[in-house]
């Protein structure tokens, strides 16, 4: 990829002058697509990811990074109390969880 894009630049003309702000230029857009392409997406997943967690609250029903499904009936800063089945909770950490269905709304279909 990298032969692909200095195969791009414009030829040299007369001094280097001309070369090497075009490397500088061609450098430049690179580093803005990365940005672009990969930096912003996550930091946006991160920032819904957060705001998932921290909306949860008792009675949402959510399924775990283990495939465990079930509804919380409690919550603390980092855990969860979840009822799996009747008279069985677990307490598991926020972070484990990775789908919430909230009271009211319509299941995820994944």
Do not use: C
């Amino acid at each position: 990829m990298v032969s692909f894009l200095l195969a791009m630049a414009p030829p040299p003309q007369g001094g280097e002058g001309g070369s090497i702000w075009s490397m500088v230029l061609m450098f430049g857009s690179i580093i803005a697509i990365f940005y672009f392409m990969i930096i912003r997406p996550q930091q946006k997943r991160t920032k819904e990811r957060a705001a998932l967690l921290e909306s949860m609250k008792k009675g949402d029903k959510i399924i775990t990074a283990g495939g465990i499904h079930g509804t919380i009936v409690g919550i603390d800063d980092k855990t969860v109390l979840v009822q799996i089945a009747d008279n069985v909770k677990v307490k598991l950490e926020r972070g484990s969880v990775s789908v919430v269905n909230k009271v009211g709304e319509l299941p995820v279909q994944n």
